[in-house]
Nanobody, 119 residues
Framework: QVQLVESGGGLVQAGGSLRLSCAAS????????MGWFRQAPGKEREFVAA????????SYGDSVKGRFTISRDAAKNTVYLQMNSLKPEDTAVYYC????????????WGQGTQVTVSS
């Protein structure tokens, strides 16, 4: 498994921006697909974005397309989620996750970081 630590969450007004970071470690994380998920109180966990460690093959959930961008810095072993034009409905705990090549689901998770967007 990959060890993941998120940071960068906080409070922001609607229309503002935040950048989340996910520091990765482990023997084989460079072969993994990395993702961001979020979960609001009383709601199911929602897919936000994903990227291969090599920086290619990105994907986004419909609710964040055009507003969020996932990227990675291989030298820093870090994945980022740039969040622009934030809305109150983006309020959630955001989790970094990793999926090994060939696996069906993401099975390595960080502890989460809170993002709160005020109206």
């Amino acid at each position: 498994q990959v060890q993941l630590v998120e940071s960068g969450g906080g409070l922001v007004q609607a229309g503002g921006s935040l950048r989340l970071s996910c520091a990765a470690s482990g023997r084989t994380f460079r072969t993994y697909r990395m993702g961001w998920f979020r979960q609001a109180p009383g709601k199911e966990r929602e897919f936000v974005a994903a990227i291969n460690w090599n920086g290619g093959s990105t994907s986004y959930g419909d609710s964040v397309k055009g507003r969020f961008t996932i990227s990675r810095d291989a030298a820093k072993n870090t994945v980022y989620l740039q969040m622009n034009s934030l809305k109150p409905e983006d309020t959630a705990v955001y989790y970094c996750a990793a999926r090994k090549t060939g696996a069906i689901s993401f099975d390595s998770w960080g502890q989460g970081t809170q993002v709160t967007v005020s109206s």
